[in-house]
Nanobody, 116 residues
Framework: QVQLVESGGGLVQAGGSLRLSCAAS????????RGWYRQAPGKQRELVAI???????NYADSVQGRFTISRDNTKNTVYLQMNSLKPEDTAVYYC??????????WGQGTQVTVSS
C-alpha cells in the first residue's frame, strides 16, 4: 500500500503562485512515476504533469511553461510549482503514483481556486 498526502492548495488571485506538495509513505520502493492530475467542475480528470523514475517530465499543453514538477527523493515528496495561475486552473488537484504499469495510487485531492 502507498499513501499520498497532499498540501498547499488554496485560493489565489489570477497571476499568483502556489506550490503543492505530496508526501508518499508505505510500500514506495516500486513507484515508477509520480505526478499530478486535476479535475475541474464539469470536466474529466486530466494529466497536469508527471515525473518518471529517471527524472524525465511531461506537462499538459495548457500548463507548459507555467508549472514545474519536481521531487525530493530523500523525503519521498513531489512538488508542483504553479506560476501565472489562471482562473482556468481552478480544479481539484490529485497527487498520483504509479507502480509497474499496473498499480495506481491517489491522494485525497486538494482544491486550487484562482479568482479573477
Amino acid at each position: 500500500q502507498v499513501q499520498l498526502v497532499e498540501s498547499g492548495g488554496g485560493l489565489v488571485q489570477a497571476g499568483g503562485s502556489l506550490r503543492l506538495s505530496c508526501a508518499a509513505s508505505g510500500s514506495i520502493f516500486s513507484i515508477d512515476v509520480r505526478g499530478w492530475y486535476r479535475q475541474a467542475p464539469g470536466k474529466q480528470r486530466e494529466l497536469v504533469a508527471i515525473i518518471a523514475r529517471g527524472g524525465s517530465t511531461n506537462y499538459a499543453d495548457s500548463v507548459q511553461g507555467r508549472f514545474t514538477i519536481s521531487r525530493d527523493n530523500t523525503k519521498n515528496t513531489v512538488y508542483l510549482q504553479m506560476n501565472s495561475l489562471k482562473p482556468e486552473d481552478t480544479a481539484v488537484y490529485y497527487c498520483y503514483a504509479g507502480s509497474r504499469g499496473i498499480y495506481n495510487y491517489w491522494g485525497q485531492g486538494t482544491q486550487v481556486t484562482v479568482s479573477s
